[in-house]
């Protein structure tokens, strides 16, 4: 039981991680690394809590995949943005004067 609720406390702070804004997506992952570790480890010594832990694990590594996937597409899309207007800004400023 003890070991479970020390796994339950991986999973809350990946959660953490994860709600944080932006995300904290390097230490979401280690927590997330480190209940898969412990679950996959011992899974079959967990007792009722066994089944629980890997639905835990389950939801939290989808959650990690989902977040940071749309953290990329949120930075890629913003880098895009910021490299259109920039391009728009030099397309105006290198624009040859008529004569």
């Known amino acids: 039981m003890v070991v479970a609720n020390h796994a339950y406390g991986l999973f809350e702070l990946a959660a ?6 932006p995300p904290r997506l390097d230490e979401a992952r280690l927590a ?3 209940l898969g570790g412990l679950v996959d480890a011992v899974a ?3 007792g009722d809590a066994r089944e629980s832990l890997v639905d835990a694990l389950a939801q939290i590594r ?7 996937g749309a953290h990329q597409a949120g930075a890629h899309q913003a ?3 910021q490299t259109g207007a920039q ?3 030099a397309g105006e ?7």
């Open 16 to 21: 953490l991680h994860l709600s944080a804004t």
């Open 32 to 34: 997330v690394d480190a």
């Open 44 to 46: 079959d010594r967990l």
């Open 62 to 68: 989808l959650a990690y995949v989902q977040i940071a």
């Open 79 to 81: 880098g895009a943005h």
């Open 87 to 89: 391009q728009a800004g």
């Open 93 to 99: 400023v290198s624009r040859p004067e008529p004569s």
